[in-house]
């Protein structure tokens, strides 16, 4: 039996595929030096030291800088367009609102970050969020984000052969002016940073609004 084939009516399906994006700043080479500046200000008295890199206290939307603003803005509609290209239809139709505006994506947090050599992020993703968002400021070589396997019952079980990607690592690499988006609940990481200089980043949760007439599907409508 052959598997897609018209003949004999079977059919191979490839099911639960993660959507994600990876999007050039049209103006990033403009902005990205006052980014850097703006955060390396921030940092100096609204810093959050962890152990495995510094970030900015407070939401970066919250600090009135025009550079700031214009990324965000512009990262908003990258993000609204990526939802519609996903789904193939307006974002206000999915829920069956009337207009664009009854439903908004909008930032809920939002903060830099700053690597430095021997810094990296763990494995991690970000809850309650819809999609996160990162954009790279500045650094020294390729900035790599781990995107893990968001199918977790594959670790409940090895059978010694892969063929479906199982527990896949997929490394996406950006530069500085680059922006990443991917749903906020998909495992993540940051590899080990390991140039001398730092690696700047900005991040955004960002949530569904809606207006007052906005009346949700149930589930799986």
């Not at 490839?14 to 390396?40: D, H, K, M, Q, S």
């Not at 010694?160 to 990607?165: C, H, K, R, V």
């Amino acid at each position: 039996m052959t598997l897609s084939s018209e003949s004999n009516g079977a059919k191979l399906l490839n099911l639960f595929a993660t959507p994600a994006a990876r999007v050039p700043c049209p103006f990033g080479t403009e902005i990205n030096e006052a980014l850097t500046n703006a955060v390396r200000r921030r940092m100096t008295t609204e810093v959050k030291d962890l152990a495995f890199k510094s970030e900015t206290v407070g939401n970066l939307t919250d600090w009135d800088d025009p550079a700031v603003d214009r990324l965000t803005g512009w990262m908003l509609g990258v993000a609204r367009t990526f939802v519609e290209t996903v789904r193939r239809e307006p974002l206000h139709e999915a829920v069956g609102a009337k207009t664009a505006t009854d439903v908004q994506i909008l930032p809920q947090r939002s903060w830099a970050s700053i690597y430095r050599g021997g810094d990296h992020h763990s494995a991690h993703n970000h809850p309650n969020t819809a999609i996160a968002a990162i954009y790279y400021v500045a650094s020294a070589s390729t900035c790599e984000l781990d995107l893990f396997d968001p199918r977790v019952n594959v670790d409940l079980f090895d059978p010694g052969i892969t063929f479906a990607s199982e527990g896949q690592i997929v490394r996406i690499s950006s530069r500085p002016g680059e922006l990443v988006l991917i749903p906020g609940w998909m495992k993540h990481a940051v590899p080990q940073y390991g140039d001398a200089d730092v690696r700047i980043s900005i991040a955004w949760n960002l949530a569904y609004a809606f207006g007052e007439e906005v009346h949700l599907k149930p589930a799986g409508d």
